[in-house]
């Protein structure tokens, strides 16, 4: 498979293939995302990954579950009214808020407000932005054309985007240890190990990786639920059978739910929050079967190597059912919505946490509705490096017995 090929971990017959330059230059201060030497970005997963642990994030569960039951009183206020909510700008606001207080300390007060802050605002545009302005590398004969066909307007964000995160990333320092807590920054900030900067850049990609990702999957679930009332029944069933109250769902009781993860792989794998195959130089190997010379560009989509019919028979259908017991095993090894190989998604066991609390909270707890026919939402939404999530409106009401 050309994706085991390309992002699987070297061995002593296949060397690996780096992160391009021309896809990932942020000069002294890549981040952990973007770091392209694998010794640095050992490095720097080494430091991290204390804060990643299983224990370590079952010791944070329950600033999920705080913003979760915030969220879901306003999501009861709002989407009563005869236009819903647009859950898609909602679950930015939980997501982003829970991110923010695990790795700066505090929130955005998006969730008690009900709108977005104008930090996350601005980060969200920069990434759309990006997708533009990182075109220069590659497209050398319009690297003089392309700076002007980007708005003013969004250099300007960058900046402002940048002085906030410097800001926000100083009060954490600030706090030092005071809180007691374990959070994302808390080891490298006991060890000296970043100055304010590398902090900065991290704090970045954390934030886009592990709040706008996990916000465009539980949006895509709600909707694929939405438009498949049997599923949606057949989820609240096992979530019924599983807790007597909401109070009881936790991290490690949902994780033994087979349908309710099903739900979250089969959206997963027809609507993967990042599509887009990371880019890599190959170092002279086969992909596939294929010789590959070195420092050729490239990769495999994501999206399309999900909806291989001979990987998901009936590829383009959501069906959760495919997840279940034993021909839920086929699939697993081709849907791959956080990597694979040593650069792998760092945050992939907070990412199923957090959805699978998120979910069955909203689903155990609450009925919704379109507001509209949205059609097949997939296909309202545009891609740049990230998914740019189309509106989706939704009335809500709390079911009687939740």
Not at 325 to 348: D, L, N
């Amino acid at each position: 498979m050309s994706f085991q090929d390309i992002y699987g971990v070297p061995t002593k017959s296949r060397k690996l293939f780096p992160k391009s330059e021309l896809f990932y230059d942020m000069g002294s201060t890549a981040n952990i995302g973007y770091e392209r030497d694998p010794e640095k970005h050992s490095a720097k997963r080494k430091m991290f990954a204390p804060s990643f642990s299983a224990q370590a994030l079952r010791d944070q569960e329950h600033i999920i579950h705080q913003y979760t039951d915030i969220f879901l009183l306003q999501i009861e206020r709002l989407g009563t009214q005869p236009n819903g909510i647009n859950i898609t700008e909602a679950l930015e606001w939980l997501t982003f808020d829970i991110m923010g207080e695990l790795t700066f300390g505090e929130s955005f007060g998006a969730v008690r407000e009900a709108k977005h802050h104008y930090w996350v605002s601005i980060l969200l545009a920069a990434v759309y932005g990006a997708s533009v302005a990182g075109l220069r590398n590659r497209l050398s004969v319009l690297k003089y054309i392309i700076p002007l066909l980007i708005p003013k307007e969004t250099a300007k964000r960058a900046a402002q985007h940048h002085a906030l995160s410097l800001r926000k990333v100083r009060h954490r320092l600030e706090i030092g240890d005071a809180n007691g807590r374990e959070d994302f920054f808390a080891n490298i900030i006991r060890n000296g190990n970043m100055g304010e900067e590398q902090l900065t850049s991290e704090a970045t990609i954390l934030m886009i990786a592990g709040a706008e990702t996990t916000a465009t999957a539980l949006t895509a679930a709600l909707y694929f639920l939405g438009a498949n009332p049997s599923c949606l029944s057949e989820l609240r069933d096992e979530l019924s059978r599983a807790f007597a109250s909401s109070k009881d769902i936790t991290g490690d009781r949902t994780a033994g739910l087979p349908y309710l993860n099903a739900v979250l792989e089969e959206t997963m794998r027809i609507f993967p929050p990042s599509p887009v195959g990371p880019p890599r130089k190959s170092p002279g190997e086969t992909v596939d079967g294929v010789f590959v010379p070195e420092g050729m560009y490239v990769s495999t989509d994501i999206t399309s190597l999900h909806r291989d019919a001979h990987n998901a028979p009936d590829p383009h259908a959501w069906k959760p059912d495919r997840w279940i017991g034993e021909q839920g095993k086929h699939g697993k090894p081709y849907t791959v919505p956080f990597s694979i190989g040593s650069r792998s998604c760092i945050g992939i066991t907070l990412a199923y946490l957090e959805m699978r609390i998120v979910l069955a909270k909203i689903v155990y707890t609450m009925e919704w509705e379109f507001v509209d026919d949205p059609g097949y939402w997939p296909d309202r939404c545009t891609l740049t490096q990230l998914w740019k999530k189309a509106r989706l409106e939704m009335r809500f009401r709390r079911r009687a017995y939740s």
